[in-house]
């Protein structure tokens, strides 16, 4: 799948930006504040209808306007026209297909996929269990809708499940032992699919994993991701494992009043020969191994989902020494696929050389678009 063209109004500092897009790698160059990441960020609303980079969509609308507005052509096995509008004055975000407001976020995940690198990926490899579960999680949405129909089935499971042991707290629930029953079984038939979901997505996510690894390195090395589901345990038994676990914690859940047993609390380690990165990686070790997981995801969505996604890169040799840039620059010419570069300065970096299906942007001190 490939984006053509994109136009952005009042996004940032876009006051009015249209781009011409290659089908190969798009280099975007320019100084820091011109606008590159906010491109990159467009290219993600129009493929999931929500920003990467900001919570509130407010904040990506030009300063002192109403509304920002983006528009762009996405071809793959249908040619589609996407629309994202956002009004700072109603709070309202609008997202259109061809002309057509499609009104949930969902069903646009997987359409049009894409991977993104960028410098907040820091998080995954070093920041709390959440934000590995979130890139976990995005990775197997993508690329199956079953997973992602349970995930939210749980999410819901989850908020109802807290109400009831905040109302059990409060004791003013009169059944509450066999409504809480209830919910444990929708807890445990939820996140066991869960669970299990994600073993057999690390069973063949893990190559993909290794392979990245060694391109990017340029030597054989074992990297891995290993799963601790429900508390570290290493149980063959999900279910009964899962049960005793909630009687365990039935007095805490209610004194808490939250749900403390389940795959909303899994973790996984990332792992270089057996040594655990998140304790001994360097900073490099840490960006090699973030870039890794990006590239895997990338190859995992096209052999999975049959639908080449579109590779965002943000600032990607910032931190890379020049070994391992060249490397990964190099990886980034056989990818197939049509991606985004974001770049200071094209000429510092001497071995990046723009292919016939290439093309270098740049970003002038007024934020205006040339072609190189
Ligand atoms: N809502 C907004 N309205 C107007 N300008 C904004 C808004 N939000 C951010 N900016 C400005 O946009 C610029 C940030 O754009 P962006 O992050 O895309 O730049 P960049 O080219 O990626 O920079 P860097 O090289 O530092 O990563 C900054 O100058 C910032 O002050
Ligand atoms: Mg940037």
Same mark, same amino acid.
């Given at each position: 799948?490939?984006?053509?063209?994109?136009?952005?109004?009042?996004?940032?500092?876009?006051?009015?930006?249209?781009?011409?897009?290659?089908?190969?790698?798009?280099?975007?160059?320019?100084?820091?504040?011109?606008?590159?990441?906010?491109?990159?960020?467009?290219?993600?609303?129009?493929?999931?209808?929500?920003?990467?980079?900001?919570?509130?969509?407010?904040?990506?609308?030009?300063?002192?306007?109403?509304?920002?507005?983006?528009?762009?052509?996405?071809?793959?096995?249908?040619?589609?026209?996407?629309?994202?509008?956002?009004?700072?004055?109603?709070?309202?975000?609008?997202?259109?297909?061809?002309?057509?407001?499609?009104?949930?976020?969902?069903?646009? /995940?997987?359409?049009?996929?894409?991977?993104?690198?960028?410098?907040?990926?820091?998080?995954?490899?070093?920041?709390?269990?959440?934000?590995?579960?979130?890139?976990?999680?995005?990775?197997?949405?993508?690329?199956?809708?079953?997973?992602?129909?349970?995930?939210?089935?749980?999410?819901?499971?989850?908020?109802?499940?807290?109400?009831?042991?905040?109302?059990?707290?409060?004791?003013?629930?009169?059944?509450?032992?066999?409504?809480?029953?209830?919910?444990?079984?929708?807890?445990?038939?939820?996140?066991?699919?869960?669970?299990?979901?994600?073993?057999?997505?690390?069973?063949? &996510?893990?190559?993909?994993?290794?392979?990245?690894?060694?391109?990017?390195?340029?030597?054989?090395?074992?990297?891995?991701?290993?799963?601790?589901?429900?508390?570290?345990?290493?149980?063959?038994? /999900?279910?009964?494992?899962?049960?005793?676990?909630?009687?365990?914690?039935?007095?805490?859940?209610?004194?808490?009043?939250?749900?403390?047993?389940?795959?909303?609390?899994?973790?996984?380690?990332?792992?270089?020969?057996?040594?655990?990165?998140?304790? &001994?990686?360097?900073?490099?070790?840490?960006?090699?191994?973030?870039?890794?997981?990006?590239?895997?995801?990338?190859?995992?969505?096209?052999?999975?989902?049959?639908?080449?996604?579109?590779?965002?890169?943000?600032?990607? &040799?910032?931190?890379?020494?020049?070994?391992?840039?060249?490397?990964?620059?190099?990886?980034?010419?056989?990818?197939?696929?049509?991606?985004?570069?974001?770049?200071?300065?094209?000429?510092?970096?001497?071995?990046?050389?723009?292919?016939?299906?290439?093309?270098?942007?740049?970003?002038?001190?007024?934020?205006?678009?040339?072609?190189?």
């Amino acid at each position: 799948m490939s984006l053509t063209s994109i136009s952005l109004r009042n996004v940032r500092k876009h006051t009015d930006t249209e781009i011409n897009f290659a089908g190969g790698l798009n280099y975007i160059v320019g100084g820091n504040g011109l606008g590159k990441t906010t491109i990159l960020e467009s290219i993600y609303y129009l493929c999931t209808t929500k920003s990467c980079c900001s919570k509130s969509d407010a904040n990506v609308v030009k300063f002192d306007e109403d509304i920002f507005e983006i528009n762009g052509t996405l071809e793959g096995l249908t040619k589609d026209s996407a629309t994202v509008i956002y009004s700072v004055a109603s709070g309202k975000k609008q997202y259109y297909l061809n002309e057509k407001q499609i009104f949930k976020a969902s069903s646009v /995940i997987g359409k049009f996929p894409v991977v993104m690198l960028s410098p907040s990926d820091h998080a995954v490899t070093q920041g709390s269990p959440a934000e590995r579960r979130k890139f976990i999680d995005s990775v197997i949405s993508q690329s199956s809708r079953t997973y992602l129909d349970v995930l939210l089935e749980y999410q819901k499971i989850l908020r109802h499940r807290s109400a009831l042991l905040m109302r059990i707290r409060e004791g003013d629930f009169a059944d509450s032992e066999m409504e809480l029953e209830a919910w444990n079984q929708k807890l445990m038939s939820a996140g066991e699919q869960i669970i299990n979901h994600r073993v057999d997505f690390l069973k063949g &996510f893990n190559s993909y994993v290794a392979e990245s690894y060694n391109k990017i390195m340029g030597k054989m090395e074992s990297p891995g991701i290993t799963y601790l589901y429900l508390g570290g345990t290493k149980s063959d038994n /999900i279910s009964k494992t899962f049960k005793d676990m909630l009687s365990e914690y039935k007095v805490d859940e209610i004194r808490r009043a939250a749900n403390l047993v389940g795959p909303h609390r899994d973790d996984f380690i990332f792992e270089i020969n057996n040594i655990n990165l998140r304790e &001994f990686g360097s900073q490099g070790q840490h960006k090699t191994f973030q870039t890794v997981l990006r590239f895997a995801e990338f190859f995992y969505i096209k052999d999975v989902s049959g639908n080449t996604p579109i590779f965002l890169l943000d600032d990607v &040799f910032g931190e890379l020494d020049a070994q391992r840039a060249k490397k990964v620059s190099e990886y980034l010419s056989d990818i197939g696929g049509q991606a985004f570069i974001t770049l200071t300065d094209f000429g510092n970096i001497s071995f990046l050389k723009a292919g016939e299906k290439d093309r270098v942007i740049k970003l002038n001190e007024d934020s205006k678009i040339a072609y190189a």
